[in-house]
């Protein structure tokens, strides 16, 4: 990892990573349903993390991306536990 603190990362932009990764979560479910809803969330909360005022706060926008995935994916693991 390049060193991004995770400190760094502002509560909205984990909280709309974690909103992501849940909605991902659920369209890799089979379903019977049309799951156009969670497409278009994932698409909402996509140009969220994407255009978030934060990644211009940062010298390697990739790396704080990586960083802020794993943090929350580490989050969630630390609560399912």
Do not use: C, I, K
Not at 19 to 33: D, E, F, G, M, S
């Amino acid at each position: 990892m390049l060193g991004v603190d995770v400190t760094d990362f502002p509560d909205d932009l984990v909280q709309t990573q974690h909103a992501w990764n849940a909605t991902y979560a659920a369209l890799a479910v089979p379903r019977l349903r049309d799951t156009t809803a969670l497409r278009r969330r994932l698409l909402l909360l996509s140009g969220r993390l994407w255009w978030h005022p934060y990644r211009e706060t940062v010298p390697s926008v990739s790396a704080a991306r990586s960083e802020l995935r794993q943090l929350v994916r580490a989050r969630g693991a630390a609560r399912a536990a």
